[in-house]
């Protein structure tokens, strides 16, 4: 029994991501049927939904996608490495990851295996990090590691040489077009190899099967996308009369949106809709899920207008007629790629070619050739099960990396964090000390101000002693400057009576003052 981590840009859900991962989830089990399978993804609510029954899905704690996520994308101007560099140089970021791959090391995985999509480049550039994330995973775990079926342009030339760096260190690196493929000219090529898309292993000879679903009545199916094309814009103007009248003449009165991804165009501009009852024309609306369960809707005699890159893929592949619209370089090369392998759908890009599209349609029918070329495409397919082949065969005798690389880096932020833990009780600890002497010293401050208070009162008081002790001596003085008058005024008189007593006229007058006195006492 092997063990499987897929990691894709599952969840959204969308319809070509979701076909690559049950693509790869058949082919493993065909090898083992016994394989335990996980996956991540960028919806894992979804992916749930999705993968029930099939594969395990990550929980967020353990999602690579989730913290490349959470960790952004930086500045534009500068490198996308340097910015997720200087991310893991944060505690709490590299903590993150660490304990993301210890849980992800219990799974105990032969393989980790990043499939198909166009998701590693410069549309979304933080997703180059989980290709880090996924190295250190197979260096902890001593796991294989693979890409496979990957569109990796546009790159920015800032980003180029760390990616070609970090994908020379994979096991082996798939991609599905020539514009990617070139980007590792000089390298090992060995271990660099262009085998189309991953959903080239969906398809077998006979009939029409999932992800398509045959229609028995004919049908016109319009899978419009508006995320990086302008699909509602683009819906307005395909369903013109010289469209509808190609389509009535053909037998085809069933109109089908399919919606590849939330978000699509959902059915025709509202004022249309009576317009095409009147003519006797049906309209349906497949949402994302039941398109997964059941199948893209498409009909042998029908046609199909798509701006999404595997409803072109799928049924051009598998002899639907049909139109591919483009808008950006991006999906230009997306839709180059597909006739590549095969196609021999028209592409068309922009307002005027699409006001053409009358004239492409009916030419379609008056040339009646094949939808694809049966050379290109089986030579594709036989690419792709041979790099099947070889990533699932190298998971058996897998040899571990001989340093855990991974687990002494983990093991040093462990000591680091124990480390800092240890400093942050130290410092809360001298925070409390700190505390406690501030609380002594304002207690001491308390104190000292509420002495300084009771002596500024005695000193008060004092004062108001000396002020009454002042005034006391001084009436104390006053008192005694009055006596010493008294005294001095006493001595004068005295002495005036002796000098009266010794007078002459004194002497004369003393009988008379005898006689007063008697006939006083009569």
């Avoid at 070139?182 to 999932?210: K, M, P, Q, T, V």
Wanted: overall charge negative; proline content about 4%.
């Amino acid at each position: 029994m092997t063990r499987h981590l897929l990691i894709g840009a599952l969840g959204g859900p969308n319809f070509g991501d979701e076909a690559i991962f049950s693509a790869w989830v058949r082919t493993i089990r065909e090898r083992d049927p016994a394989a335990e399978i996980f996956c991540d993804g960028y919806g894992l609510q979804n992916l749930t939904q999705y993968a029930k029954g099939v594969a395990t899905v990550l929980r967020h704690e353990e999602s690579l996608w989730m913290l490349s996520a959470s960790m952004g994308a930086g500045d534009a101007e500068k490198s996308i490495w340097a910015h997720i560099e200087s991310e893991l140089k944060r505690e709490d970021v590299a903590g993150d990851l660490a304990d993301r791959l210890k849980a992800l090391e219990g799974f105990r995985p032969d393989a980790i295996h990043i499939i198909g999509g166009g998701y590693f480049n410069e549309l979304w550039p933080a997703n180059y990090a989980i290709l880090f994330f996924a190295r250190m995973l197979a260096w902890k775990t001593g796991a294989r590691l693979f890409a496979s079926g990957l569109g990796l342009t546009p790159v920015n030339s800032r980003n180029l040489g760390g990616l070609r760096g970090l994908l020379s260190t994979f096991d082996h690196v798939d991609v599905r077009d020539t514009e990617s493929h070139e980007l590792f000219a000089g390298l090992d090529e060995g271990r660099f190899s262009c085998s189309g898309d991953d959903a080239l292993l969906h398809l077998r000879d006979g009939d029409i099967s999932y992800p398509l679903r045959l229609l028995d009545e004919p049908t016109l199916t319009i899978c419009i996308q508006n995320d990086l094309f302008p699909g509602d814009t683009a819906a307005s103007g395909i369903l013109s009369d010289d469209l509808l009248r190609i389509l009535e003449a053909r037998g085809i009165r069933k109109i089908v949106y399919a919606i590849a991804m939330q978000g699509d165009v959902e059915g025709p501009p509202a004022g249309q809709i009576e317009s095409l009852n009147a003519a006797g024309f049906t309209t349906e609306t497949i949402p994302p899920f039941s398109l997964l369960e059941k199948g893209f809707p498409v009909s042998s005699d029908g046609l199909v207008i798509t701006s999404r890159y595997h409803p072109h893929f799928f049924c051009a592949l598998s002899g639907i007629k049909g139109v591919a619209l483009t808008s950006i370089p991006y999906y230009d090369t997306k839709h180059r790629a597909v006739r590549e392998m095969g196609s021999n759908w028209p592409v068309l890009g922009g307002e005027e070619e699409l006001s053409g599209l009358p004239a492409v349609v009916e030419s379609l029918w008056q040339r009646d050739e094949p939808s694809f070329r049966p050379e290109a495409k089986n030579g594709f397919i036989e690419r792709k099960r041979e790099i099947a082949t070889r990533i699932l065969d190298r998971n058996s005798g897998k040899d571990a990396f001989p340093i855990d690389i991974a687990g002494t880096w983990e093991e040093l932020l462990h000591s680091l964090q124990r480390e800092r833990g240890a400093a942050r009780e130290r410092e809360a600890q001298a925070g409390e000390r700190e505390s406690a002497l501030r609380e002594t010293i304002d207690r001491n401050q308390v104190e000292r101000e509420q002495a300084q208070a009771e002596l500024g009162q005695v000193r008060t008081e004092l004062g108001q002693a000396h002020a009454e002790r002042e005034q006391t001596h001084a009436e104390l003085e006053q008192v005694r400057a009055e006596l010493e008058r008294a005294r001095a005024e006493g001595a004068e008189l005295k002495d005036r009576l002796l000098l009266m007593e010794k007078s002459r006229s004194w002497r004369w007058t003393a009988p008379i003052r005898k006689l007063g006195a008697r006939g006083s006492k009569t």
